[in-house]
Structures are given as structure tokens and as C-alpha cells.
């Protein structure tokens, strides 16, 4: 694959990011910005320069580990996985997109002072000859780029430097009129006059030495345009009537007009349409480098990576960019979707800033040249005022937000999920702590391993599957001296009455109590046989376990029968309601099996499935299986890895031989095990969203599914997270 040529200097790097910013927020902004907060409009720029370090700072530090093309798309896709990465790249593709075409619309009035044309043909005609330049090559870009923001800065020296000594302080008077809610709301709205702060990180791949020119471009941009900002509006504020330029089109000029006469208002137009037009261009050189970097990671098709021979730039990217900028300024309402993409922006800065925690937290290697400092306390920072300044957009912003980031997983669900199978290090770094937790768990399992369990026998299973039951309940208890309470539940009609003569016992009652006692001696452990009669087995099942200080219940699992499938499943109502474990077996025989399987569904083991394993295969010798599903293609590298990592942590806590085994899907599996134990379904995830995960085949022996106790289950939102990391 062609790469792209390092050929933008110090120079050009700080021309890209200065003429990024300065355009709508000073020329355009400040108008609309004094109708919300009056002269305190001065206050929300200085903020608003504030909340933007934290995104600077971690930008600046991805951008030295990772100078790629692409910029908040690599960083946030590397760091929170595909799906985060796809929403990051399409939306500031067209958040970019869209303030470049606000760029050349919103300069066009102040040309329109000193000539009669008209707008649309004129922004049209703009934004094809700076496309044209992009398409020349980087080189050319960041030359214009340079003359252009020098020329602009001269201009607005002279406006700021003449107007000065006019600054009235009467124009202050009421500063905070407004209140903390206008200067909120007015920092939102001039948020967006930074956001070009970081659009250098995305050309990251086409800068000399990025390890100190990307850091000293944005940081140092930063600072002298959130001077530039400030010493402007107060000017501008300072010199002007109070209320005579809010809502103006061309702010600057109605200012520069009071103090420079004639002359300031050429200048002052001058420099507008070179600022805007500025915006405009580093717009489309950074936007056109976003599906760029998406085609070579297979989030978009691959014709946009292609990079031209003749001019080494990438022309179809650019090109397509050029088209959204072109029917953007013909056909769409370009300011209200300016704000629109705004709101975009500032969520996406909050997700540059947690993109760095889990580069630093994760497993992947992570080396950049440049730190951010107070780490991680500037990153938290930065995500909960970029939350905060979110709910100061309005609604409509919202709703185009999400409108935005609805139509990214669209895309990804539709053409990205199907070609790539990658982890964002956010991913595996939470997997991670799930797994620990897991570990956690089971470790927490050895001072509560069940002293009392009810083996419930609800029918007559024939003396041998009786004993098996039996059996296995011995081999859970036996580990702290437990005892097994062996009960008969009879069912009789609701007609009938419970009276003395249902209580008396049967010859075949009595059998049952001698032969369960027996096995007292045979197993080595405290048995008890009982008989219940009643209208419904399931509620006598849970008040017997209750009244009994049950730890656990083991019963045969029926299949449903027509009773059931009309009124509801027993089984599921007993494992919703009983105050302990509730083991179900798929009874096949159980005679001092050696080969104990544990199965699991790709994600971390249960405790207690874990812990009835080990109990089982202790009690006989054996060893423990643990079985995973083979995803083939479908797993990523770094899911192996941290699935290997917690398999060995694991092994580390049994007391018993454990081997992990991968096992197909489709019906392969390694040789049959004497007994498997696996966790049952959680009832409340029945309809979770992303419930795709494999079902591994039929055992073909006994099969225990272990139901915890509802105290003992892991909360839903912890087992929501495991559906969707693992």
C-alpha cells in the first residue's frame, strides 16, 4: 500500500490549525453569541478555550504513538473498537464537511459589501477551486494554508491594535445580566470555534518530525487563538453600541467601520474572506483524510484509500468530499446544520479524551513521545464538560447528533461488521475486569460451597437414576461436611382434599426411605429421605427449601409437556423464586466419572457452575475440562489472548487437573465427557440486545445447568457488559 509523503512542516502545521479556527468563530460567532450573553460573550470564548485543552492535550499525545492519516477516527477506532471508531470517522467526516461549506457561505456577505454578487455561484465557485488545490497535493495545501493565515492575522492585528484605545467600559455594564445559564449556552455555541484546534492530528502521517511538530501545532495554535479570540470580541464589544452588532452578518466589519473608517472595513473584509476561505480549505484537506484512513482499515469501500500516482494525494477521497461540500452549499440550509455538526463535535472530543484512558489502561502497546499531563484527571475532565456543554446545544442539535450516529451503525451493522473483526483496546481492557471479577467470584466460592442440598424427586426415576442423583448431591456436599435431604414431592388434583389418609405411607414409601439411608454409609455423608404431598410441587419445592435452610436443589430437568408449554414452565418458576442454587440434570447415569467438562459460552465461567465442577471432579479424582467455543475467523487476536490469560488464571485457583479444550459449534467436539456442567440461561437477558452468542452442541452425558441463587447472580447491567465484550 502507497504512503503518504512527510512533507508539512512546523510552519504549515500551525497555518492548518490557526486557519482551521479563525473563520465563523470570529467573523460570524460573536454576533449570535452576544444575543445569548451579552457583553460576557468575552467570558465564553476564554472558557471555551479552556474545555478544549483536554481534547488538545490527548490528541496530541495519540498523535505522536500513532501519526497516521485519519486522526479522531484511528485514535477512537483504535481505542474503542470499530463500531465507536466508524460513528467518529463518518461524523466528523461530514461535521468537517459541513462547517467548510458554512465557512464559504457565512464569508460571502462580507464580500458582498464591497460587490453586488450573488452568494450561492460565488461560495460554489470558491469551493471548487479548493478542491482543485487538494487535489494537487499536500505540499501546495499547506502553502496556500500559510499565505492565507498570514495575510488574515495582519488584518485582524490592525483592527484589534487601531480599535483599542476606543474601548469604552460603558459597553460592559452588565456583564453577567445574562446569568451562568447565557454564558453556558453561549460557550457551547463558541465551542465550535476551536474545533479545527485538532484537525492538523488528522494529516499526522504527512508531518516531518510529528513527535514535536504535532504537539507544539496544536497546543501552540491553541494558545494564541484563544488570545486572538478574546482580545478581539473585547474590542469588538468595547467599541460598539450595546445590541448594535448582535444578529449581524458581518460583525467585524459594523465594528471596524466605528474606529477605522472606510479603510478598516476593506481590511477587515479582507481578512474575513481569507479566514473563511482558510476554514474552507483546511476543512477539506483534513475531512478528505477521514474515509481515507476508514478504506484502509475495511470500514469503507477501498477505492477511497487509493492514492494518486501523478499528484500522491488521495483523489477519490478528496473527490467525494468535494461532492458533500458542493451539494451542501447548492441545496441544504447550511447553518442550522453547521450547529447540527457541531454538537457532533464536542461528543467526539469527549471520546478523544477517554480514547487515551483506554490506550493507557489497555494491554496494547502504547508508546507515544509526547505525554498529556495530570493524566488521568484532564481526561475525566474534558469528557464531563464536553457532557455538560452537549445539554447546551438544544434540542434540535441533539437530534441531528443522533441522527448522525444512527446512520454510523447502520453503515457499520451493514458493511463493516461483515469484513472486520477488530478490538478497540477500551474493549479488551474491560473484558479484562470482567474476567478479574470472574476470578474474583470464584475465589469468593470457597467459604460458600453448600452444606444442605434437597435432591427433589417429583416422579419415579427407577432406583438407578434415584442413586445418581444421590450421588452426585453427596460429592457437592461432602467438601464441608454438608447433609442431603432426599425428598418424594406427590401432586395431587386440587379436587382432591389433603387430608390424613393422602399423609399415610406406602410400601413403596418405606422402600424408598431404606434404600436413601443406605446410601449414608455408601457415600460417607449425613442422608435424610422425606415425603411431601400437596396441590402444587414447584411451591412446595421452594417452601421446603426455604423452611429447610436449603443451599441448593437438585431435580431431573423434564421436558416441557403440553401442561407446561400452556401454562408456563415449572422449572422456570422454581429457578425464579427458590432462595438458593437450583441444579438441573440431564440424567444419563452418573458412576464415578473421571472427565468433568465445564462449559462456557465464550465469555468468563459462572462461580458456581465453577465450583460444582471442581466439587465433582475433587470427589472422584478427576479433572476439569473447560470448553470454549472455536469462533475460527470470528475471534480476534486479543479475545485469544485475554481468554488464554483468565483459562490460566483459573487453572491457578482449582485444586483438581484442568484442561482447556476449543470446541466447534456446528457439532464437533472433542471425545464425549462423563458428566458436563454448564450455567443456565439468565432470565433477564432473554431479549438483551446482541445476544448472538454461540450454542455449543449436545454433550451426549449428564449434564448439569447450574441456576444461582437470584442473590448470588451477577447484575444485569454486568452481564449486559459481558454480552457485548465477549
Not at 466605528?258 to 473563511?276: D, H
Not at 468535494?322 to 446544520?337: H, K, M, N, T
Not at 487515551?356 to 498529556?372: I, K, L, N, Q
Request: aromatic residues 6%; proline residues 6%.
Amino acid at each position: 500500500m502507497k504512503e503518504l509523503e512527510r512533507d508539512l512542516g512546523l510552519p504549515s502545521v500551525l497555518a492548518i490549525s490557526i486557519g482551521a479556527m479563525i473563520g465563523s468563530g470570529i467573523f460570524i460567532l460573536p454576533a449570535l453569541a452576544l444575543e445569548i450573553a451579552g457583553p460576557a460573550v468575552v467570558l465564553a470564548y476564554l472558557l471555551a478555550g479552556l474545555l478544549v485543552v483536554p481534547a488538545a492535550l490527548s490528541k496530541s499525545e495519540m498523535a505522536t504513538a500513532m501519526p497516521e492519516a485519519g486522526g479522531t477516527y484511528i485514535y477512537i477506532e483504535r481505542g474503542m473498537g470499530p463500531l465507536l471508531g466508524t460513528i467518529a470517522g463518518v461524523g466528523t467526516w461530514f461535521s468537517l464537511s459541513f462547517k467548510g461549506a458554512l465557512a464559504l457561505v457565512g464569508g460571502v456577505p462580507y464580500l458582498l459589501l464591497l460587490f453586488d454578487l450573488p452568494l450561492q455561484p460565488v461560495a460554489l465557485g470558491l469551493a471548487t477551486i479548493l478542491i482543485l488545490v487538494n487535489l494537487v497535493g499536500a505540499k501546495q495545501t499547506g502553502r496556500l494554508q500559510l499565505v492565507i493565515v498570514v495575510v488574515m492575522l495582519a488584518a485582524l492585528g490592525w483592527f484589534a491594535a487601531g480599535s483599542a484605545p476606543s474601548v469604552q467600559s460603558a459597553n460592559f455594564a452588565g456583564f453577567f445580566d445574562s446569568g451562568v445559564g447565557g454564558l453556558l449556552a453561549a460557550t457551547g455555541l463558541v465551542f465550535v470555534s476551536y474545533a479545527g484546534v485538532t484537525k492538523v492530528a488528522s494529516i499526522a502521517e504527512e508531518v516531518e518530525n510529528p513527535g514535536r511538530n504535532i504537539p507544539l501545532g496544536i497546543l501552540g495554535s491553541l494558545v494564541f487563538t484563544t488570545i486572538l479570540y478574546v482580545a478581539i470580541v473585547t474590542v469588538l464589544v468595547g467599541i460598539t453600541d450595546p445590541g448594535s452588532v448582535a444578529g449581524s452578518l458581518t460583525p467585524v466589519a459594523v465594528a471596524a467601520e466605528v474606529t477605522l473608517g472606510q479603510a478598516g472595513v476593506v481590511a477587515v473584509i479582507l481578512a474575513a474572506i481569507l479566514a473563511l476561505v482558510s476554514t474552507a480549505n483546511a476543512g477539506i484537506l483534513s475531512s478528505s483524510r477521514y474515509p481515507f484512513a476508514m478504506s484502509r482499515d475495511k470500514l469503507a469501500p477501498p477505492s477511497l484509500s487509493t492514492v494518486s500516482e501523478r499528484f500522491g494525494t488521495p483523489v477519490t477521497s478528496i473527490t467525494l468530499t468535494g461532492a458533500v461540500l458542493l451539494a451542501l452549499i447548492a441545496f441544504v440550509p447550511i447553518l442550522e446544520i453547521a450547529k447540527l455538526a457541531s454538537a457532533f463535535q464536542i461528543m467526539v472530543f469527549a471520546l478523544i479524551n477517554l480514547a487515551v484512558v483506554a490506550f493507557r489502561e489497555g494491554e496494547t502497546a502504547y508508546d507515544p513521545e509526547f505525554t498529556s499531563p495530570l493524566y488521568p484527571w484532564i481526561q475525566i475532565f474534558g469528557a464531563v464538560t464536553g457532557a455538560l456543554l452537549l445539554t447546551q446545544m438544544g434540542t434540535v442539535a441533539l437530534v441531528g447528533a443522533a441522527v448522525i450516529t444512527l446512520g454510523s451503525i447502520v453503515w457499520y451493522l451493514g458493511y463493516v461488521r461483515p469484513r472486520v473483526r477488530r478490538d478497540g483496546v477500551a474493549t479488551d481492557a474491560i473484558r479484562r475486569q470482567v474476567g478479574r471479577d470472574a476470578l474474583t467470584d470464584v475465589e469468593g466460592e470457597a467459604d460458600e460451597k453448600p452444606h444442605t442440598v434437597l435432591v427433589a424427586l417429583t416422579k419415579a426415576v427407577g432406583d438407578d437414576r434415584e442413586r445418581s442423583l444421590v450421588a452426585m448431591a453427596a460429592d457437592v456436599v461432602r467438601p464441608h461436611d454438608g447433609r442431603v435431604v432426599v425428598v418424594r414431592f406427590d401432586e395431587i388434583p386440587d379436587q382432591a382434599p389433603l387430608t390424613e389418609s393422602a399423609t399415610v405411607q406406602s410400601a413403596a414409601d418405606l422402600s424408598f426411605e431404606t434404600r436413601v439411608e443406605a446410601l449414608a454409609s455408601e457415600f460417607d455423608v449425613a442422608i435424610e429421605a422425606d415425603e411431601i404431598v400437596s396441590h402444587d410441587t414447584k411451591h412446595a419445592i421452594v417452601n421446603f427449601a426455604e423452611s429447610h435452610g436449603v443451599d441448593a436443589i437438585i431435580a431431573e430437568h423434564e421436558p416441557l409437556r403440553l401442561r407446561s408449554r400452556l401454562l408456563g414452565d415449572p422449572v422456570d418458576w422454581v429457578v425464579r423464586h427458590a432462595t438458593c442454587d437450583v441444579l438441573l440434570v440431564d440424567n444419563v447415569g452418573y458412576d464415578a466419572p473421571e472427565r468433568i467438562v465445564l462449559s462456557g459460552d465464550g465469555s468468563p465461567y459462572d462461580s458456581r457452575a465453577v465450583s460444582v465442577a471442581e466439587a465433582l471432579a475433587t470427589a472422584n479424582d478427576g479433572y476439569l475440562s473447560l470448553w470454549h467455543p472455536n469462533g475460527d475467523d470470528g475471534d480476534t487476536s486479543k479475545y485469544r489472548r485475554t481468554m488464554e490469560d483468565y483459562q490460566s488464571e483459573l487453572t491457578e485457583l482449582l485444586d483438581v487437573p484442568v484442561r482447556a479444550e476449543s470446541v466447534r459449534t456446528d457439532g464437533g467436539r472433542p471425545a464425549d465427557p462423563d458428566v458436563l456442567v454448564r450455567v443456565g440461561a439468565d432470565h433477564r437477558l432473554r431479549a438483551a440486545p446482541f445476544d448472538d452468542r454461540p450454542t455449543l452442541p449436545s454433550p451426549g452425558c449428564t449434564t448439569v445447568t447450574v441456576y444461582p441463587e437470584a442473590t448470588r447472580r451477577p447484575s444485569i447491567a454486568r452481564r449486559l457488559l459481558e454480552r457485548l465484550v465477549f
